[in-house]
């Protein structure tokens, strides 16, 4: 079984109203491979016959379309006291997930939405930063020096400010966190936090945006609106690869990142 850091990224899932036409998208996009969960509203996702994510049908039409990320916790229980006590908000007591493990979900002090996953007999990701899976995660807010210190203080994040372009070849404040014990940096890092600026809309959410490795971004982008999905923020070079921000068929909102070792 992996095993994940302290507080490093180790799950996304995502909620769909139609479960079906979610893997339809996902299967062709990445080449996604499927796993009912035994009788439950969900399915695995497998790349290259290892797990990569889930799919889960929405409970309730009231809950957002969207990809969630979870964090990796020893004890779960401790992470939600330090999430209460730093601002943030506990939306999901600890549940057990049968015998994969323990879940919760939270909010930041900016109102951005992620999980807790304590493993039992599931870690979590069994591929990432490989084309087809996970790769990054970065939570959007318009109040970066509190939700700085949040996550420091809840998962003992390590952050160096860098800089990052943006579409128009200007460029913005960005921050990426490296876990507690190691050196800080963008060698290291495991995460990020971006500023929503006026260039959002004024009622956007505070939010994560999870990255997807791809081979080909451009391709993964055309992929993406021939299934039905659009392009939000067309593909830009940026220091670490070639990455656009794209919507499913759904609405959900993801990243696709073309690592600088496949570029041309």
């Not at 730093?86 to 015998?99: E, L």
């Amino acid at each position: 079984m992996a095993v994940f850091a302290q507080s490093a990224p180790c799950w996304v899932d995502v909620q769909l109203s139609d479960l079906e036409a979610g893997k339809r998208f996902y299967g062709e996009l990445f080449g996604w491979t499927f796993r009912a969960g035994d009788g439950m509203p969900f399915a695995d996702a497998y790349s290259d016959g290892r797990l990569v994510a889930a799919l889960a049908a929405k409970q309730d039409g009231r809950m957002p379309t969207t990809w969630g990320v979870y964090f990796s916790t020893e004890d779960i229980r401790a992470t939600v006291a330090r999430i209460r006590e730093a601002g943030g908000q506990v939306i999901t007591d600890p549940v057990r997930a049968g015998d994969a493990g323990v879940l919760a979900q939270a909010a930041d002090p900016g109102g951005a939405v992620f999980g807790l996953w304590q493993a039992g007999g599931r870690a979590g990701f069994e591929k990432q930063n490989e084309p087809a899976a996970f790769c990054w995660t970065e939570v959007y807010t318009r109040q970066p020096e509190r939700v700085d210190a949040f996550y420091e203080e809840v998962f003992g994040f390590l952050g160096t400010d860098i800089e990052m372009p943006d579409a128009a070849g200007a460029t913005e404040d960005f921050r990426v966190w490296s876990p507690a014990g190691t050196e800080p940096g963008e060698d290291t890092a495991v995460g990020g936090r971006a500023i929503l600026t006026d260039a959002f809309p004024e009622m956007l959410p505070s939010y994560f945006l999870n990255y997807f490795a791809v081979a080909d971004c451009d391709r993964a982008a055309g992929t993406a609106v021939r299934l039905g999905g659009r392009i939000t923020a067309p593909p830009l070079d940026i220091p670490y690869g070639r990455m656009a921000v794209l919507q499913d068929d759904q609405g959900a909102a993801f990243a696709v990142l073309q690592p600088t070792e496949l570029l041309p």
